[in-house]
């Protein structure tokens, strides 16, 4: 259950938007099965450190190393300099068991440049080490002085719990890597196996009540928790407390015996370690190989893919490995081995082992793709009829809203620095926004599967905008391509009616159904964003050419956007959004007005570097010096009205 989640939720997050806390059920199942070992030897006195760091050699380093190695020869293969040289700073983190302190200090773990970082998941597998380098030693120490068990654990639990929901809201990175803020989920483990070990068994009524209640608990987990969410905080104590209340209720429980023992569930048991290893590596090098989000079909390929790989590692790896009848000699080859890819991390990360492929300069083409940095680091969630949306407070009265899709969340940056400016007097901001979901009420986008939230997200966003602390109401999206002649998409269903995009009647359905939406804030200040230039010629992958698999080179003519011919083909659809602005008293803002001159529109900046990381979507560094155009919207009220009186 645990490393299924995980696994469909890094493929294909909207089917299981809360999927990332099988990371923390397999912290409770880790803390578990250990301290089982531990206090059973402690008990027959026949508990050793060493022997106990032993075995975790065994059972760790195998399919760590096979899986690092792999890792590292397949980036050799396809990564750039500064990529490689990155992986080989992860490679010589995750072989020391201190990944989730490197990738503390580079960023967090639900940004875009996430997915190209191949070993980001062995952030866990540091978590879990260095839990074991001081539990194993608690356990010695209450044993052998007779201390209370529950007492020290609840001790160092509540320790735990506190600096993690201290740290969650003002530093969610920080509460998310450090060990500290973990702990306490570990040891959730370590108590229930106590509690089997040393006390009376539950009745069978209350077993029966604990394995429905942890499934009811890891169900409203895997529902309602969102990578938006201060996470971990409370909310981690729902998969927790599912997981523990299905361990405390044995193997005879109903969900126990007639989900998890069966024997899928076991066999996906058996190969969850491998299984664990082997996904994100693949995910990962597909985002970076087609410099995109894979498609169905590549993901699903790279996961079954995943779960070959993990029952060959089990079978001709871990299993073999366990027969050996000279332990010693295992334990100290595997040490060699992870001292080695230490060694080899090391020499890529500082340059003196190269990547395969030369560049030939076109690595600054490569880089700008998945560049983003929406939330930022100053945004905290804010939830909103149970949707997630993002704030940033500002210094000065008023709160500005604003609606739309991925084309205003590349606007974050650009907000995130205006109103964290030392000298900054600006309203508050509130993105109730959702990639991909158009801010026209009743116009779904397809497949449903895929944006199962577009139309709850849409409706509590106006009622957001519609609140009465709200004055101030900034609309955008991609209006163009959701108006192309040729997108099969969108959805237009209001409950009566129904049509399909392209559909001349669909598409007037949507016009007036965002009209009747902007009419619906009356008394607001409104601002109506038109779709900044687009197109092939501001896609970094147009800009190269080759394959990473061979080599890549710049193109040898990188022609700007022609603006003119660009607002020729937009008419329509740009002559539509004005004349409902006009309509309904918004301010339009055009932002090829600031970003184009003399009928030409950039697509590099002065140093040749990508101004986009897509076709339509900003880069971080372009949208924080760009899109001033967006500052009048900015200004509390109260300021704006001063500066335009006579």
């Known amino acids: 259950m645990a490393v299924l989640a995980v696994v469909l939720y890094h493929a294909w997050p909207a089917w299981i938007p809360g999927g990332f806390i099988g990371v923390d059920i397999f912290f409770v199942i ?35 190393l096979l899986v690092m190695l792999a890792t590292a020869v397949f ?85 735990s719990m506190a600096l993690n929901l201290a740290t969650v809201q003002g530093d969610p990175t920080s509460a998310f890597y450090s060990p500290a803020t973990r702990f306490w989920e570990l040891m959730s483990g370590g108590i229930a196996a106590y509690l089997q070990l ?41 998969p927790v407390s599912g997981a523990f209340l299905l361990i405390m209720a044995g193997p005879a429980a109903p969900l126990n015996a007639r989900l998890l023992g069966a024997r899928p569930a076991v066999w996906i048991g ?115 009829q149970n949707i997630v949306f993002q704030q940033v407070p ?30 900054a007097h600006t309203s508050s901001v509130i993105f109730a926004t959702a990639g991909g979901c158009p801010p026209i009420p009743h116009t779904v986008k397809l497949p449903r599967v895929q944006y199962p939230l577009c139309p709850a997200t849409v409706e509590a966003a106006y009622d957001l905008a519609r609140s009465a602390r709200t004055d101030t109401v900034v609309i955008g999206a991609a209006w163009q391509g959701y108006f192309a002649a040729d997108n099969q998409l969108l959805l237009y269903n209001d409950g009566q009616r129904q049509a399909s995009f392209p559909g001349r009647d669909a598409m ?73 602005a006009a309509r309904t008293g918004a301010q339009v803002i055009d932002p090829g007005a600031t970003l184009c001159h003399d009928g030409v529109c950039p697509v590099r900046d002065s140093d040749g570097r990508p101004l986009y990381t897509d076709g339509i979507h900003m880069r971080p560094f372009y949208s924080r010096r760009a899109a001033t155009f967006l500052a009048p919207a900015l200004v509390p009220p109260a300021a704006a009205v001063a500066a335009t009186a006579p």
């Open 508 to 580: 007037e359905l949507a016009y007036q159904s965002l009209e009747d939406g902007l009419r619906s804030l009356h008394g607001k200040r409104l601002f109506l964003v038109l779709q900044p230039p687009s197109g092939n010629a501001y896609d970094p992958r147009n800009m190269y050419a080759g394959s990473r698999f061979d080599s890549i080179h710049p193109r040898a003519v990188i022609p700007e956007l022609d603006y003119a011919r660009y607002l020729r083909d937009n008419a329509a659809v740009r002559t539509r959004l004005q004349q409902i």
């Open 270 to 384: 058996l190969i969850s370690y491998p299984l664990y290893l082997w996904h994100w590596p693949l995910l990962a090098y597909g985002f970076i190989v087609y410099g995109e989000k894979p498609s169905y079909s590549v993901k699903l390929a790279l996961v079954g893919a995943a779960f070959v790989l993990a029952t060959l590692t089990y079978r001709m790896l871990e299993l073999p490995l366990r027969r050996v009848a000279n332990k010693r000699a295992v334990v100290q080859q595997l040490a060699i081995g992870m001292v080695a890819m230490v060694s080899l991390g090391g020499l890529a990360a500082s340059g003196l082992l190269r990547e395969r492929i030369n560049a030939h300069g076109a690595d600054v083409f490569v880089n700008a793709l998945n560049d983003s940095a929406y939330p930022g680091p100053a945004f905290t969630p804010l939830r909103h």
């Open 75 to 159: 980036g050799w293969t396809v990564l750039l300099q500064g990529e490689f040289r990155q992986l080989g700073r992860h490679t010589a983190a995750g072989s020391g068991f201190v990944s989730n302190l490197v990738l503390w200090q580079e960023a967090g773990y639900f940004d875009n440049a996430a997915t190209t970082k191949p070993l980001l998941h062995l952030w866990s597998l540091g978590v879990e080490e260095q839990f074991y380098l001081l539990w194993p030693l608690i356990l010695w120490l209450v044993f052998r002085r007779h201390f209370n068990f529950l007492l020290v654990t609840a001790l160092i639990f509540c320790a």
């Open 394 to 423: 500002g210094r000065g009265a008023g709160l500005t809203v604003f609606l739309g899709d991925s084309v205003v969340q590349h606007y974050g940056p650009y907000i995130e620095q205006a109103l964290t400016a030392p000298q």
């Open 198 to 238: 040393h006390h009376a068994p539950w009745s069978t009524r209350l077993q029966r009540w604990a394995s429905w209640g942890g499934g009811a608990l890891l169900a409203l987990g895997f529902a309602l928790i969102k990578a938006q969410l201060p996470f971990p905080g409370w909310w981690a104590v729902l």
């Open 30 to 64: 880790s803390g578990y099965l250990i301290s089982v070992i531990i206090m059973s030897q402690l008990v027959s006195g026949s508990f050793s450190l060493a022997d106990f760091y032993a075995r975790r050699v065994r059972r760790i380093f195998p399919a760590l």
